[in-house]
């Protein structure tokens, strides 16, 4: 229709005075909505219906019987995150319901094989666009709103940036893989069983400190500037409020120099790394610590009010988890957006090489988080698409439908094991369990006979077996998980995929319905940090669950014999994907250029 969110919110909020003055006792929902159709649509349309529905949490809330008898509006908060793809943000009430949410996407930057990288000013600009979106869109005063809660996408090395706080290099993230040299050096010189004890974690071209020491051997120039790295997210709450700290999760998932036992940075660890004890801020809070203020200059750029408390909610994947209702342990998430990331909450700081930890967003002195994570998930769809799916992005054109949803329909009618193919997901190299930089993605099983659709299917089965790879990772590891999984992020709207991951892991999985993942987690933590909100409890409240979907017992027979062949064939062909990364590399133009 081409209205703002603003005027839509305006008329809502109009209707509803109306209705009070007319001696409407409660303004009731029905009586709002109908003033709203009739204001959008005076003559009789089949948008209305449609049009309406989507603004039917604005109408909730101005409609709320409890706050009017008690003539007072709620407590807002904002959550805010910072993803490899994109910023979302979202505006709650204090009682869990999103008043409205805002995204602006971005790209990566790949400058070569198995290289990436992002510049913070990016994600500067998303944040402010978002969040002054989502006021807008709610019609909030500002002055209402009480908190602000922002987490990031792991940022790998973090921003390297001056004592002015300004980048002087990119951020070298999660999926960039080319210190590989430097992980090699690591393993020749540092004791692992030591950097397990002190991290929790193991050594790898994931790791950021491996990268930090890339920025070392490699650019001279860009180390003699740095101050610090810091997070993505912590950069943007210095941007918001003038302050510098690192949260727990963040400087966890960094490996390498952080002690987990001790919740501090490891002086230890970085003597043996070469790298300046004084390149790691010396704040360190929790997510549910206040961490700063908004400055009068943020209050400009986002419409925030100044001197709101600004939290750092961490890394987004146990964000996400919390933002799911995982609260003990045993309760375990998959969030699955363009990659993987799978895990749980425990009190066991080293639990397996295997997998990845950090201290947790909520209670990180004694609560540990630890996930596995496959490099890629929806990005392979997305390349899928991108690639092989020009006729479903046409027809998604002229019809409005969305492409992945055509794509899984033409799926929906290939059986289980995709008419005998076999993919290997790697095509970013992978991270745990297998922590191979070098190894490639394979499609195995080909023959003329296949389809399309087939080869879409195999793709997504490829993730499901990452899966499992990853959750049999805690096996005999005492740590009981529940028998449900729950899945959160753009693959579990696949009208397919959450019923492929129940089938090839054989438990039944749980689906949030309007998931809006990591930033309805930071709002909580920003509203248990200014005790908006009495604790992380009430978001069971908030969350409402699709159907359980149970496994087919006959698919996850024939998944589990494919997935004994997925095992078998990486180890199979492990050395052909090396050799064929190295041409890669080659073919590029060598490792590294300053």
Request: net charge negative; proline share 5%; glycine share 8%.
């Amino acid at each position: 229709m081409g209205l703002s969110e603003k005027y839509i919110s305006n008329i809502i909020k109009q209707q509803w005075l109306w209705s009070l003055s007319a001696g409407v006792a409660l303004a009731s929902s029905d009586s709002v909505l109908r003033g709203l159709r009739l204001t959008l649509f005076p003559q009789e349309s089949p948008d209305a219906t449609a049009v309406c529905h989507r603004y039917k949490n604005l109408i909730t809330y101005w409609t709320a019987p409890s706050l009017i008898r008690e003539g007072k509006r709620m407590n807002y908060l904002i959550g805010v995150d910072i993803g490899t793809q994109g910023t979302k943000a979202v505006l709650i009430d204090e009682k869990g319901t999103v008043l409205a949410h805002s995204y602006k996407g971005y790209e990566v930057e790949t400058p070569r094989h198995s290289w990436a990288e992002q510049w913070p000013d990016v994600w500067e600009e998303a944040t402010w666009q978002t969040i002054s979106q989502v006021i807008a869109k709610a019609g909030v005063a500002p002055e209402n709103i009480k908190a602000v809660g922002v987490s990031s996408l792991y940022g790998g090395s973090g921003i390297p940036v001056d004592k002015k706080m300004e980048s002087v290099g990119p951020c070298i993230i999660w999926m960039d893989r080319r210190a590989e040299p430097e992980t090699e050096w690591v393993r020749e010189n540092i004791d692992s069983d030591e950097l397990f004890a002190v991290t929790g974690n193991s050594v790898n071209s994931y790791f950021g400190f491996t990268k930090i020491l890339w920025y070392k051997n490699n650019r001279p120039d860009i180390w003699d500037r740095i101050h610090h790295f810091v997070p993505p997210c912590s950069y943007i709450v210095h941007k918001l409020t003038d302050t510098v700290a690192v949260d727990y999760s963040s400087a966890g998932n960094i490996g390498g120099v952080f002690d987990i036992r001790r919740k501090e940075w490891s002086a230890e660890m970085m003597e043996q790394l070469g790298i300046p004890a004084s390149f790691m801020p010396e704040r360190l809070v929790a997510s549910t610590e206040v961490a700063g203020h908004v400055t009068d200059e943020a209050a400009k750029r986002t419409g925030l009010a100044a001197g709101i408390p600004v939290v750092i909610g961490g890394v987004d994947a146990p964000v996400a988890t919390l933002g799911a209702g995982a609260l003990e342990e045993g309760n375990h998430v998959a969030m699955l957006g363009t990659s993987m990331c799978w895990g749980f909450v425990t009190d066991r700081a080293n639990l397996s090489p295997g997998l990845v930890s950090m201290p947790h967003v909520l209670n990180p002195e004694e609560k540990i988080y630890t996930f596995g994570g496959a490099s890629t998930a929806g990005a392979i769809a997305s390349w899928f698409k991108d690639t092989l799916g020009q006729s479903e992005t046409l027809a998604a054109e002229l019809t409005g439908i969305n492409p992945y949803t055509l794509l899984d329909t033409e799926a929906m009618n290939v059986p289980a094991g995709s008419n005998g193919l076999l993919v290997l997901p790697y095509f970013m190299g992978e991270r745990s369990p297998i922590w191979d930089s070098h190894a490639r993605g394979a499609i195995i099983g080909l023959t003329l006979l296949h389809k399309k659709a087939d080869i879409y299917k195999a793709l997504m089965e490829s993730v499901a077996y990452a899966l499992r790879h990853n959750m049999e990772e805690v096996h005999g590891a005492e740590i009981r998980l529940d028998k449900e999984l729950t899945i959160v992020g753009g693959v579990s709207k696949s009208l397919v995929w959450p019923q492929i991951i129940a089938d090839v892991t054989g438990r039944p999985v749980k689906v949030v319905k309007d998931d809006v993942e990591a930033p309805l987690a930071d709002a909580l933590l920003a509203g248990i940090a200014t005790k908006t909100i009495s604790g992380p409890e009430v978001v069971k409240e908030w969350l409402e669950y699709g159907p359980l979907i149970e496994p087919d017992a006959a698919n996850h027979a024939v998944y589990t014999e494919y997935y004994r062949q997925y095992l078998n064939l990486y180890q199979n062909i492990k050395g052909s994907l090396h050799e064929i990364a190295e041409l890669q590399k080659m073919e590029a133009g060598g490792e590294v250029s300053r």
